[in-house]
């Protein structure tokens, strides 16, 4: 049996059991809002009342969060600052489906209207706990990346009017102590071939495939980038051969995409040797136009990242001692070996195509040689120029 109704000495507040009831009048309807205590009550009662009076007050949506969610994440554009790709979207639909629905509309059954900063802060704790499939927890980015989708989302909803605010606004997103994770992010560790592994694969790989892994060895091009190439892009005569570098394959989305950024389009410059290599590939490859791939599959179509790795490297790799390498490693060996030759931070975020040089010492630090600097001899570095030009006091 429901809990009576009590009047409190506030004029349309209500206490029912060991909650507080609002009554008031907005649209011309009489409506009812429940809060957890009297000074919540209270709030709600003066904010619904100013609303009103301003002409602002919208009702709270009954709408499903599912429901919204559902047909919102196909008509989103992005916030106007950014571009929105359906990559991203493919992401958004992902996260929504694994993340949000079981723990928002299965778990909590919330309507657009009760979705309170409480349960966005609880579903953040529960993210948290979720498992990556590779024996932990989502990581703080992976987390972070599935809170900008429902965020986004309601604030779709508070921008239509569906919802008077945005009960993601201000949630507080996990800060946690990292743990290097080598299967994770191909960015985020940069183990390399030795030497003697490297020309143990390219010596040991199928031949069909060979020039590809040698470009990539000789490049540092991204998986996607070098199985996008066309036959156009390759500029193999003249002082200056290079690959130009203006599109990836996508292999989540099935598509050719452009650079997310200004410095993934970019021309690699490329050395005698691999203008040796590519001249006579393109040569052996049936008669095309230059729009046609480079390195295409059997039937024509972009290389498929797992059969690849799976009837290809894999082989070939595990012969040379290092199976545990991916594609990504030929990008970092690459790396190791321009920092090994002195090559600047900035040179290499350029060639890698990254989007700033900090992405890159990030990435290769742990490659930089030495682990303090020698001291300067200050004495030594003024003999040749007048310390009083520098500003500098001379040293006894």
């Known amino acids: 049996m429901a809990a009576k109704m009590e009047r409190t000495r506030h004029p349309g507040i209500y206490k029912r059991g060991g909650r507080y009831v609002v009554r008031y009048r907005a ?94 802060d609880r579903w953040i704790a529960w993210l948290c706990e979720r498992p990556n499939g590779r024996g932990g927890t989502l990581s703080d980015a992976s987390v972070r990346r ?26 507080v997103l996990p800060r946690r102590e990292e743990v290097e994770d080598v299967e994770g992010d191909p960015e985020s560790h940069a183990r390399v071939f030795t030497r003697e592994q490297l020309d143990a694969t390219l010596r040991v790989v199928h031949k069909r495939h060979r020039p590809m892994l040698t470009l990539l060895a000789g490049t540092g091009l991204r998986w996607g980038e ?22 990836a394959w996508s292999e989540k989305g099935r598509r050719f995409k ?16 691999l203008v040796r290599v590519m001249r006579a590939h393109l040569a052996a490859l049936p008669p095309g136009d230059p729009d046609g791939l480079a390195f295409p599959s059997r039937t024509g179509t972009p290389l498929a990242y797992p059969n690849t790795l799976r009837r290809v490297l894999r082989p070939a790799v595990e012969e040379a001692g290092a199976a545990w390498a ?27 195509g990254h989007h700033s040089p900090d992405f890159t010492l990030r990435v290769y630090a742990h490659l930089l040689p030495g682990e303090d600097a020698d001291p300067l001899d200050l004495e030594a ?16």
Request: proline share 4%; hydrophobic share 35%.
């Open 27 to 120: 649209g011309g309807k009489n409506r009812a809002e429940s809060a957890r205590t009297l000074e919540e009550a209270l709030r709600i009662k003066r904010g619904r009342e100013a609303e009103r009076d301003r002409g602002e007050f919208q009702p709270e949506s009954r709408e499903a969060f599912r429901t919204f969610a559902e047909e919102w994440v196909e008509r989103y554009r992005g916030n106007g600052r950014r571009g929105f790709t359906d990559e991203t979207r493919a992401d958004y639909r992902r996260d929504l489906e694994t993340y949000a629905y079981p723990f928002f509309a299965d778990r909590l059954d919330r309507t657009l209207g009760r979705i309170t900063p409480r349960d966005v």
């Open 146 to 171: 599935i809170a900008s989708a429902v965020r986004a989302c309601l604030a779709t909803a508070r921008r239509e009017g569906l919802i008077r605010h945005n009960p993601a606004d201000g949630a």
């Open 381 to 396: 570095e003024l003999a040749t120029e007048p310390a009083e030009e520098l500003g500098l006091a001379v040293l006894a």
């Open 326 to 352: 991916t594609f990504h490693t030929f990008r970092h060996t690459l790396a190791s070996l321009h920092i090994a030759r002195g090559t600047n931070i900035l040179q290499l975020s350029r060639l890698l």
């Open 226 to 247: 070098a199985v996008a190439l066309r036959r156009g892009d390759f500029t193999l005569d003249g002082s200056r051969p290079v690959v130009r570098v203006r599109r």
């Open 258 to 273: 452009t650079p997310k950024s200004r410095h993934g389009s970019r021309d690699v410059r490329l050395s005698p040797e």
